[in-house]
């Protein structure tokens, strides 16, 4: 997924969002600080909410269950991943995981590695940097698989 995707799945979604929480449209063009033209405007598929509307939606909305089911509940990491181009400077570098940590999967940008102990996942960046974790490898390998 590139940012242009990622757009896109939120202009084709702001209008359930909208429906979901009851909110009039002139309300939901508050609460995401854009004008109620332009909301109507992107409902009826004419504009978009760009990268700023698209990550406000996302964090603004981030418990809707249209968000939540649309990015499998990782809107946030997302966001973090195609902002960052895989490199969020909000997470520190590990150290690799060479005691507590197995690799299961790697390529040229993440690798997931498993906790021996816990069991758990992470996905890190080539660098080393962790950008999510989880108890399921299914809720990490859509980010290793799309970004």
């Not at 990622?6 to 209008?15: A, G, Q, R």
């Not at 598929?45 to 649309?70: D, H, K, P, Y």
């Amino acid at each position: 997924m590139d940012r242009k995707q990622f757009i896109e799945i939120c202009d084709t979604n702001l209008k359930l969002v909208r429906v979901e929480a009851s909110f009039s449209q002139e309300k939901m063009a508050v609460v995401i600080g854009i004008s109620k033209k332009t909301l109507v405007e992107i409902e009826k598929g004419r504009s978009s909410l760009g990268w700023t509307g698209s990550v406000a939606l996302c964090s603004i909305f981030c418990n809707s269950e249209v968000i939540l089911s649309t990015f499998d509940g990782k809107s946030i990491d997302i966001v973090h991943l195609l902002a960052f181009d895989g490199s969020d400077p909000q997470y520190k570098k590990t150290n690799g995981g060479k005691l507590w940590w197995q690799t299961i999967m790697e390529n040229e940008k993440f690798i997931i590695q498993q906790n021996i102990v816990s069991q758990h996942y992470r996905i890190l960046t080539s660098d080393g940097r962790r950008l999510a974790s989880s108890i399921n490898l299914e809720d990490l390998t859509p980010i290793y698989n799309k970004i």
